[in-house]
């Protein structure tokens, strides 16, 4: 069964700071994975996702994260995060089964951001 | 927006009370998921329908109760809970042999 790990349950920074928020999968298989972004009060929204190719994805927000097969990691990174970021950021490993996805959650990091 | 919706978004039941929850989802897609997400765990995934069959039950308790009527529409009866099912219930839906799945906003759930 696969698992996720992200190593920051709470990373506090000032605006423009950078962020880098680690997450770690076991999976022996193909994996597509995923960050996904929970505001207060608000629905969980996909960051970015990735699936096959160039292992730098970009996502919204100017959001990214990179793919490290052989550490199983996907970091997602920011160069200079905004006060509008604070939100819970969740890292997640998929499985396809029987033509329907399966996705496996990481316990989530909460980003607090300070003006 | 994400085009999944669920209803009611709070609930407060005692442990002797019978509630439902619903989700709807208008974009077309086959497969549904019930979520459960408490603080400090990871999101568990209770149950998964795809074209309507249920094709995952995740060791859920049976004071949940599934109902998928239609591929849009996704139920989570609820009997009989425990404090310790308080949570935000999480619906998401997704096209058949994708990987992405959407989202509602949830339902938080406080049992008294």
């Known amino acids: 069964a696969q698992s996720v790990s992200q190593h920051n349950h709470h990373v506090i920074l000032s605006e423009a700071a950078s962020l880098e928020l680690g997450c770690n999968y076991s999976y022996g298989g193909t994996v597509n994975l995923f960050w996904y972004v929970q505001y207060p009060g608000q629905h969980l929204q996909l960051l970015l996702k990735?699936?096959?190719?160039?292992?730098l994805v970009k996502g919204i927000k100017g959001f990214e994260a990179e793919f490290i097969k052989s550490k199983f990691s996907f970091n997602l990174r920011k160069p200079s995060v905004q006060w509008s970021d604070t939100a819970e950021y969740f890292c997640a490993v998929n499985a396809l089964l029987g033509g329907y996805s399966t996705l496996t959650f990481g316990k989530g990091t909460m980003l607090l951001v300070s003006p | 927006e994400t085009g999944v919706t669920q209803t009611p978004r709070h609930l407060v039941m005692g442990m002797t009370n019978k509630k439902s929850l619903k989700c709807e989802q208008h974009l077309g897609h086959n497969a549904m998921y019930w979520y459960k997400q408490s603080a400090k765990k990871p999101l568990e995934l209770m149950f998964v329908?795809?074209?309507?069959?249920?094709?995952e039950n995740n060791s859920v308790p049976s004071r949940f109760s599934p109902e998928c009527p239609n591929s849009s529409h996704l139920f989570l009866h609820l009997h009989t809970l425990q404090p310790e099912d308080s949570a935000l219930y999480l619906c998401?839906?997704?096209?058949?042999?994708?990987?992405?799945?959407?989202f509602g906003p949830g339902t938080r759930l406080t049992v008294l």
């Open positions: 990735y699936f096959s190719g160039d292992p």
């Open positions: 998401a839906s997704s096209p058949t042999g994708a990987n992405e799945q959407f």
């Open positions: 329908y795809n074209f309507k069959e249920q094709t």
